[in-house]
C-alpha cells in the first residue's frame, strides 16, 4: 500500500489492525510494522509476502474442513474473525462482517415502504425489522419480502413473538447463508488485506450519499441526522408523519402550482438551525417542493411565528435566544436565508460546545437535554389527508419494553456519537468562537463535575445567550 492512502488510517481503524493482529485466531499469519510503528496490513497476493499469507489461509481452509473453491477464504475470514465487526478505514465505523445489511434494491423497498432514508450500513436486517414490524401489515411486508414459509400456527402468536420469528428465519436462511438481497458490511479480500477483508466498508464506498449532505437542510427523516441535531419535540411522531406523506399514493391538488399531484412534505423550520421535531408539515407537490430548494423563507418565518402565537413550541431551547431576537427583523426572503446562516453558526457553536461537555464530564449532564421517552410509541395514522392535518387522527401505541429500550438507546447513542466525532464533520463554512469564552467554560465544567447542575444550567443558558449575541453582532447587524 503506498504512504499517502497510509495516512488516512481512522484512529478507530488502526486499533482495530493492533487489536487483530494480537488476536490468537491469527496466530502464525505474516505481517510487518512500518518505522512508524504501524502494522503493514496490505501486502499483494502474488508477492512473495502475498504467497506466505495464502499459505496460511489455505491451511486454515484444511483445519475448518472448508474446500478450497470459490469463496472458500471469505468463508474462513468470516470464521475466524473474532468478533464478526470490522472498523472501517476510512470513516472509523464499525461494520457487521456478516450478511446483515440490506443490498442497494431491498433498501429501496424498506424505505419507500416506511417512510425511511436510511443507508445502507445505517442499521443491521435485525434492528431494521425490531423497528418497523408493529402491526399486521408489517409483518405481511417481511414475510413477503423474503418469501419467508410461515404456517398458520406461527401466525397466530402476539406481534411481539410474530417479529422475533421473522428475524430468526431471515438469519437462518438469508444471514447464515449469505444469501441475497442482504450484504456484508465489508467484502472479503484474502489474502491481500490482514483480515481477510476489504479496509473500506459499504459506508465508504458511497460517498454520492445525498441524505449526509449538510445544506440538504430540510431533509428529514429517521436517519441519524435526526438525533445529532439535540433538538426538542417528538421526533418520533414527527418522522412517522413523514413516513405517510412518502407511503402515500393518492394525488391531491398541490397548493402552490395547482397540479393534481402526490404530495411530499415540506418541514417548516428545520431541526439544523435548532428549531423543534414537529409535525409543521407543509404539504407541496414533488415540483414544487425541489424548487424551493431548501431555501429558508420569509413565509416560513411568518408560519412558525403564526405557530408560537397559537401556543406552539417551535425552537429548541438552546436555539431560542437568536430566533427571539431576529425572526420580526426579516423582511424578506433575502433576510430568511441570512438568518439560517446566523442560527447555522449559533447551533453549531452550541454543538461544539456540548461536545466539549461530553468529552470532559460524560454524558450524565447533557442526557438531561434529550428526550428518549419519545421512543416509547408507536404511532398510526387515521384519516391521513396532506392538506388537512389539523383534522389527523393520531393513534399512539406504546411499544413494548424491548422496542423502548432498544429505541431510547439508539436515539442517546446517535446523540452522543455526534458530538465525538464533531470536529471531523463540522462544516467548513462554521467559525467556531467557543475559544473565546474558556474560562466560563472552564467554570460551567467545574460546576458540572462537582453535580451542581442547577448552577450549571443557569451558567450554560447564560454563555449561549452571550455566544449568540456575539455572532448576531458579527453576521447580521
Ligand atoms: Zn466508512
Ligand atoms: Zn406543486
Redesign the pocket.
Known amino acids: 500500500m503506498n504512504e499517502a492512502i497510509d495516512r488516512n488510517w481512522h484512529p478507530h481503524f488502526r486499533a482495530y489492525t493492533e487489536m487483530i493482529v494480537n488476536h490468537p485466531n491469527y496466530k502464525g499469519l505474516f505481517y510487518e510494522r512500518a518505522e512508524d510503528g504501524r502494522v503493514k496490513w496490505v501486502v499483494t497476493g502474488k508477492s512473495e509476502k502475498g504467497q506466505l499469507r495464502q499459505a496460511w489461509w489455505d491451511k486454515q481452509c484444511r483445519i475448518l474442513n472448508i474446500p478450497i473453491e470459490k469463496g472458500c477464504y471469505a468463508s474462513a475470514a468470516r470464521k475466524l474473525h473474532p468478533t464478526k465487526v470490522k472498523v472501517?478505514?476510512?470513516?472509523?465505523?464499525s461494520?457487521s462482517i456478516l450478511y446483515e445489511y440490506p443490498n442497494k434494491n431491498l433498501l429501496k423497498k424498506i424505505n419507500a415502504h416506511f417512510g425511511l432514508t436510511l443507508n445502507q450500513?445505517d442499521c443491521t436486517i435485525k434492528d431494521i425489522i425490531g423497528q418497523n414490524c408493529m402491526n399486521k401489515a408489517d409483518t405481511l411486508f417481511w414475510i413477503d419480502t423474503f418469501g419467508l414459509k410461515l404456517t398458520k400456527s406461527d401466525l397466530d402468536v402476539t406481534i411481539a413473538a410474530l417479529r422475533q420469528k421473522i428475524i430468526d428465519l431471515v438469519y437462518k436462511d438469508f444471514v447464515d447463508k449469505c444469501q441475497s438481497p442482504l450484504s456484508p458490511g465489508v467484502m472479503s479480500n484474502c489474502p491481500d488485506r490482514f483480515d481477510g477483508f476489504h479496509s473500506?466498508?459499504?459506508?465508504?464506498r458511497e460517498k454520492t450519499d445525498k441524505g449526509r449532505h449538510t445544506d440538504n437542510m430540510k431533509t428529514y427523516t429517521q436517519d441519524r441526522r435526526a438525533y445529532e441535531e439535540w433538538a426538542d419535540g417528538d421526533f418520533n411522531l414527527a418522522n412517522r408523519l413523514m413516513g405517510e406523506f412518502k407511503k402515500g399514493s393518492k394525488t391531491y391538488v398541490c397548493p402552490k402550482c395547482g397540479k393534481r399531484r402526490k404530495m411530499t412534505a415540506d418541514h417548516i423550520g428545520p431541526i439544523s438551525l435548532g428549531f423543534c421535531h414537529s409535525t409543521n408539515f407543509a404539504p407541496l407537490c414533488q415540483s414544487c417542493n425541489s424548487s424551493k430548494n431548501n431555501r429558508f423563507s420569509k413565509s416560513d418565518i411568518d408560519k412558525l411565528i403564526a405557530l408560537e402565537k397559537s401556543g406552539k413550541t417551535v425552537i429548541s431551547w438552546h436555539s431560542k435566544v437568536i430566533w427571539d431576537a431576529l425572526k420580526t427583523k426579516v423582511k424578506n426572503d433575502e433576510d430568511a436565508k441570512k438568518l439560517s446562516h446566523v442560527m447555522v453558526q449559533c447551533h453549531q457553536n452550541v454543538l461544539k460546545l456540548f461536545s466539549k461537555i461530553y468529552t470532559t464530564c460524560g454524558t450524565e449532564y447533557l442526557e438531561r437535554f434529550l428526550h428518549p421517552e419519545f421512543a416509547f410509541y408507536d404511532y398510526r395514522f387515521d384519516d391521513f389527508n396532506p392538506l388537512h392535518l389539523e383534522h389527523l387522527n393520531i393513534i399512539k401505541k406504546e411499544l413494548d419494553s424491548t422496542n423502548k429500550r432498544k429505541n431510547a438507546e439508539r436515539y442517546k447513542r446517535v446523540a452522543f456519537e455526534s458530538l465525538e466525532d464533531f470536529d471531523d464533520k463540522a462544516n467548513r463554512k462554521i467559525t467556531f468562537v467557543i475559544e473565546q469564552y474558556e474560562p466560563t467554560v472552564q467554570k460551567l465544567i467545574a460546576l458540572i463535575k462537582s453535580k451542581s447542575y442547577t448552577k450549571a444550567d443557569s451558567l450554560l443558558k447564560d454563555l449561549i445567550r452571550v455566544m449568540s449575541m456575539n455572532i448576531k453582532r458579527a453576521m447580521w447587524d
Open positions: 472501517c478505514q476510512c470513516c472509523g465505523k461494520l450500513t473500506d466498508g459499504l459506508c465508504c
